[in-house]
């Protein structure tokens, strides 16, 4: 089963275009170890041990260790060694799309904080996504409930941000951004129902267990932390159909080191596929996110390219 979103952008293209350039106008604690709860580990026994390792995923980047149906833990008395298990990671992102032939990738790098839920990302559109020859570079910064862009383009002041409330997005900042918010895309495996697991593999020298499975976006919601849930509550109210496939790269440690999900957003013509991949790497990872002051956020009105090349103009808000 796929996503179903109740709009769409009229094609390949427009879905880019939208998931960066155009605006939409529309907690857990964080403990000082890491995880050590042997709980927390990946099993390939499968069934209940493969459910249970993907629904703790998000926990255990988190540093908390806790998750559906699994009761609680703490990592607290895993000692110093294990602080850096998790917490921070820099991370790698991208989201593809093909329809028509025609195959657009946004790509994302940067450094994401579990325990604050924020993170800084640089991302690069293709030449069509942003619909002239060249582009800059997309600073992100993602933070609970607000996604923060520069270089915006489409108007907006080379030195200021625009700010998008995320709560208030259909897909709840899932590929609104051209990145799946890090945190985001681990939250969603707390709603997993079905898990499958494939086997041992290896990514970038690490020994990882690879789950493949189904996630329903409502209960994802409901079971994430209370930093994720806003967005994670409006994407499920959003979608036609909750449920979103998932491929999950587990180490050794629990730690999610990749996942792939693919959205689908129904159009006019046949549906156009989204597949949002987050690489995550280099635990431990000193991250500082400074969000702008309310000075710094743009609140005129931003050119937005709708599907056939025309433009409307809608206006940013500084968001509450």
Not at 249 to 268: C, I, M, P, T, W
Request: with cysteine.
């Amino acid at each position: 089963m796929v996503v179903q979103q109740h709009r769409s952008g009229g094609g390949v293209r427009a879905v880019c275009a939208l998931a960066v350039v155009g605006v939409m106008a529309a907690t857990a604690g964080c403990s000082g170890g890491g995880g050590g709860d042997d709980r927390a580990m990946a099993d390939e026994r499968g069934g209940a041990d493969s459910l249970d390792a993907v629904h703790r995923a998000a926990a255990v980047l988190a540093g908390t260790v806790h998750g559906t149906g699994t009761g609680t833990g703490t990592a607290a008395g895993a000692g110093a060694g294990a602080r850096s298990v998790a917490g921070s990671a820099e991370v790698r992102t991208s989201m593809e799309t093909a329809a028509g032939g025609t195959r657009v990738t946004i790509r994302g790098r940067g450094a994401y904080d579990f325990c604050n839920q924020v993170g800084r990302l640089e991302v690069v559109l293709p030449e069509d996504a942003a619909g002239e020859d060249r582009h800059r570079p997309i600073t992100e910064l993602l933070a609970p409930g607000a996604l923060y862009m520069m270089n915006r383009g489409a108007g907006v002041p080379a030195d200021k941000w625009v700010r998008i409330d995320t709560t208030t997005l259909e897909d709840g900042n899932l590929v609104t951004g051209g990145v799946t918010d890090p945190m985001a895309a681990a939250e969603l495996l707390r709603g997993a129902r079905q898990v499958t697991y494939v086997g041992r593999t290896e990514l970038a020298g690490v020994a990882v267990r690879h789950y493949r499975g189904i996630s329903d976006i409502g209960r994802a919601a409901r079971e994430a932390s209370p930093k994720s849930r806003g967005a994670l509550a409006a994407a499920a109210k959003g979608f036609r159909t909750d449920t979103v496939p998932f491929d999950a790269y587990l180490d050794e440690q629990g730690r999610l080191r990749k996942v792939r999900h693919r959205f689908s957003f129904a159009n006019e013509g046949p549906a156009v596929e989204v597949v949002s991949t987050t690489l995550l790497y280099g635990f431990g990872v000193p991250v500082s996110v400074g969000l702008p002051d309310d000075r710094d956020i743009y609140t005129g009105k931003i050119r937005q390219r709708q599907p056939g090349g025309t433009r409307a103009r809608a206006r940013a808000k500084a968001g509450a």
